[in-house]
């Protein structure tokens, strides 16, 4: 059965600062893994996704990593800012086929402080 | 870009009675679409696929007869919660599958509370 982990559950940074935040998955049989975003009290925004046969995808200030053998994904974001501060859910589709079907982990709560 | 949308965003009800909740992709067409509940401070924890014109799958754990799918056309899934009861009471978040993009799409949620 696949489990996602994400350490550190929660995270607070000055503003400017450089963070990672990272998601590990049991079953290394993954169709993809997507970065999610969540504010309080609402729906998910999709950040990042990367195949199962990519190694990274960046947007904007964000980077994410996939190393499939060790079933670890990584989550930069450069020079932080108050408006990052959400949720960050890791989710990886399980399974070989796009199923749509997703796992996620428990989420990193990120507070950037002015 | 691709938008779903669900309706109520809150809901309040008394225990005992049911309560619906659609979630509409707005300018595509889904035939599958999933349910997530997220108690607070916990992850989404995916509690059925919603299959157009067929029988949802529910997720081990979930009774599918107090928490009734219906999807019935490439648009709409509704989720009805019947008989709530206060321990119901969470965020409910459905998602549209993108057939093609490999992305899902996800509505910004319903509030239950059931007092």
């Known amino acids: 059965k696949q489990e996602v982990t994400q350490i550190p559950a929660a995270l607070s940074v000055p503003e400017g600062e450089n963070l990672v935040l990272n998601c590990s998955f049991t079953d290394s049989a993954i169709y993809n893994l997507q970065w999610f975003r969540q504010d309080p009290g609402k729906g998910l925004t999709s950040l990042l996704l990367i195949q199962s046969s990519q190694r990274e995808q960046t947007s904007g200030r964000l980077n994410a990593s996939l190393d499939k053998s060790s079933g670890r994904s990584t989550l930069y974001i450069a020079a932080s800012q108050p408006g990052d501060s959400a949720t960050y859910l890791c989710a990886v589709h399980g399974g070989s086929s796009n199923t749509g079907k997703l796992i996620f982990g428990q989420g990193t709560t990120l507070q950037v402080k002015p | 870009g691709a938008v779903v949308s669900q309706h109520p965003s809150r809901v309040i009800c008394k225990s005992g009675t049911s309560v619906k909740i659609e979630c509409r992709s707005l300018?595509?067409?889904?035939?599958?679409m999933f349910w997530y509940r997220q108690f607070p401070k916990q992850s989404l924890m995916l509690m059925a696929t919603?299959?157009?014109?067929?029988?949802?799958?529910?997720e081990q754990g979930v009774e599918k007869d107090k928490f009734l799918i219906n999807h019935a056309s490439l648009t709409l899934s509704t989720l009805t919660v019947t008989s709530a009861h206060p321990e119901d009471s969470s965020f409910y978040i459905c998602?549209?599958?993108?057939?093609?993009?490999?992305?899902?799409?996800f509505g910004p949620g319903t509030r239950l509370t059931v007092l």
């Open positions: 300018d595509f067409q889904a035939t599958t």
């Open positions: 919603s299959n157009e014109g067929s029988k949802a799958t529910y």
């Open positions: 998602s549209a599958h993108y057939t093609g993009t490999g992305l899902e799409f």
